[in-house]
T-cell receptor, first 116, second 111 residues
């Protein structure tokens, strides 16, 4: 079974430029999460999807961040424009609906963003 | 007060010793608790979860939970240099149905 797939693995952009990250969850997992992990910190939730619906986006900086999950499978997280403080690792994770509390969830390999 | 707190370390132990990692949480309604291991430059990997008070053993790893004290720990027996990593404690909060992570404890096992 393929795990959570993310791309790209690394991205370096200049500030004020746009950037997008892509995530393909584990097959059959209808819950998808985007987390951001700053250096030396634990992951922090940005947004959680149940199928196509964003059910928790309270931590997403909506002035510059947007996300979508068309057809309830793949998801894209976008930043426009990027700021220096957005440099971090962006992690995608997935789980069976309602089961993340039981078994935790699996992370993808992450996208390391550097804004210069 | 942070929702999940961990000592950042680094915690240094000699090879073969027991490493003890600790975590406290603030949401008294939390029901499930997780330990993730994260090697440098890699994504977090789930190694243990526990729901009930007491101990849960899996190989060299033992998770301990005390809900009354809002405390969860991870013991690693016979520590190996390959155990050197950051260990993240995560808690499923009663509200929001999501995992909240601590900042992690850096473990260094010296041979």
């Amino acid at each position: 079974e393929a795990g959570v797939v993310q791309s790209p693995r690394y991205k370096i952009i200049e500030k004020k430029q746009p950037v997008a990250f892509w995530c393909n969850p584990i097959s059959g997992h209808n819950t998808l999460y985007w987390y951001r992990q700053n250096l030396g910190q634990g992951p922090e939730l940005l947004i959680r999807y149940e199928n196509e619906e964003a059910v928790d986006d309270s931590q997403l900086p909506k002035d510059r961040f947007s996300a979508e999950r068309l057809k309830g499978v793949d998801s894209t997280l976008k930043i426009q424009p990027a700021e220096l403080g957005d440099s971090a690792v962006y992690l995608c994770a997935s789980s069976l609906e309602g089961r993340q509390g039981d078994y935790g969830y699996t992370f993808g390999s992450g996208t390391r963003l550097t804004v210069v | 007060q942070k929702e999940v707190e961990q000592n950042s370390g680094p915690l240094s132990v000699p090879e073969g010793a027991i490493a003890s990692l600790n975590c406290t949480y603030s949401d008294r309604g939390s029901q499930s608790f997780f330990w993730y291991r994260q090697y440098s430059g890699k994504s977090p990997e789930l190694i243990m979860f526990i729901y009930s008070n007491g101990d849960k053993e899996d190989g060299r790893f033992t998770a301990q939970l005390n809900k009354a004290s809002q405390y969860v720990s991870l013991l690693i027996r016979d520590s190996q240099p390959s155990d050197s990593a950051t260990y993240l404690c995560a808690v499923n909060t009663e509200y929001g149905n999501k995992l909240v992570f601590g900042a992690g404890t850096i473990l260094r096992v010296k041979s």
